[in-house]
């Protein structure tokens, strides 16, 4: 029996190598994966373009344009994954209960696979009517320049973005904001208190008003779909030598933020702490700066993509929900640029992680879906 195409390009996908070379210094990239999806979206009768996010990392748009005039529909995934350290066979896809595991299989090239082979159901099954986007993009894991590229050069009037989302429809998700802080001491011999200023020891007094301050934020009425925010510090380092007082500290935190909050007033948040610890001691010395941030994202009212997209799902034999998610997504980027979009994509297990797999029906599920978006149009 022979597989379903759909199933077949994802191993296809998985058996690339594209671990994002920001991420892992001197990893492959997504310069090979790019290639095998432009010959796919050739082969399947797009129109195809690379475009360069940047050097050797490009995104590949497919675009399936209709005789009739109609509304435009994009379907976006990245093409990059994490690292596979701790992984025994990262490329080499297996089938195994219903699940396909491999780096990559669900985050997210199992809705990469997905999103493609709708353009090939679409048009057989007389896509006429509208304009079909299929975007791959560059880059999601770490800075996004592959969905800042593609909105500087697309736009459509809907989006889907095939994250996974277990089946269901995400309307909204998280933002985030990265902060640098470092606190400044005096360095001396450890034998003389008298000349030294310990900046580790200072640097904890903020770690400790940081977590009441994340017990504050998840205390609060949650948002409907993203749920509270949150923080957590997530690397630390300082000091020199065992017999010397530390002269600086530094922490790098990652501040979740949620629609109504900017990064602006996340770095006002820690502003405010380190004021007040400057007021308890004359000596306290710290600084912090925003190193990056993405905003929450949340589709806009009136938008009826979501409805679309359920009857959609519907036709397939898929119940969903509208949910939010918590983690960013390129969304956030196609939706700052002005195209309504949501997420939608298969269901697994294992993001980030040693083992991931993602599940084979809903793969299929999920490509049956958005050709029958696509057929809306």
């Known amino acids: 029996m022979n597989a379903d195409p759909v199933l077949s390009l994802l191993k ?23 290639d095998a999806i432009a010959r796919r979206m050739r082969g399947l009768g797009l129109d195809v373009q690379l475009q360069e996010a940047a050097p050797g990392r490009p995104n590949v748009i497919g675009v399936l344009e209709g005789t009739e005039s109609g509304p435009s529909l994009m379907l976006c995934g990245h093409t990059d994954t994490v690292g596979v350290e701790g992984m025994t066979a990262p490329f080499d896809p297996v089938e195994r209960d219903g699940r396909i595991y491999g780096r990559g299989a669900q985050d997210m090239k199992g809705g990469v696979a997905a999103m493609i082979d709708a353009a090939r159901v679409a048009r057989a099954r007389g896509f006429r009517k509208g304009r079909l ?5 560059a880059d999601e894991e770490y800075a996004s320049l592959g969905a800042d590229a593609l909105v500087r050069a697309w736009h459509a009037d809907m989006a889907v973005v095939t994250e996974p989302t277990d089946l269901q429809i995400a309307a909204g998700h998280k933002g985030f904001a990265w902060i640098e802080i470092e606190a400044r001491g005096r360095a001396a011999h450890g034998s003389r208190p008298a000349e030294g200023r310990d900046a580790i020891l200072r640097m904890g007094r903020l770690l400790n008003r940081l977590e009441r301050l994340d017990r504050d934020l998840q205390s609060r009425p949650p948002h409907p779909l993203m749920g509270t925010a949150s923080l957590h510090a997530s690397i630390i380092n300082g000091g020199h030598e065992l017999s010397s007082y530390p002269d600086r500290c530094r922490l790098q935190m990652e501040r979740r933020t949620v629609a109504g909050e900017t990064a602006r007033s996340a770095v ?11 007021d308890d001691d004359p000596e306290f ?5 925003l190193m990056f941030a993405r905003p929450p994202y949340e589709l806009p009212p009136g938008s009826d993509l979501a409805a679309r997209l359920t009857r959609a799902a519907a036709s397939a034999g898929i119940t969903t929900a509208i ?3 918590s983690f960013w997504t390129d969304a956030a980027v196609i939706g700052e640029a002005g195209t309504p979009s949501v997420l939608f ?17 809903d793969v299929v599920a999920c490509r049956d879906a958005l050709a029958a978006l696509a057929l809306t149009l």
């Open 345 to 361: 994509g298969p269901g697994g297990a294992g993001l980030h992680s040693p083992e991931e797999y993602v599940r084979a029906a």
């Open 268 to 278: 006002a948040e820690i502003e405010s702490i380190l004021t007040e610890l400057r």
């Open 285 to 289: 010395e710290a600084a912090g700066r």
């Open 133 to 137: 986007i299929v975007a791959a993009v």
């Open 12 to 34: 296809e996908l998985v058996a690339i190598d594209s671990v994002n070379p920001t991420l892992v210094p001197g990893a492959a990239g997504e310069g090979r994966i790019a």
């Open 323 to 325: 949910v939010g998610m």
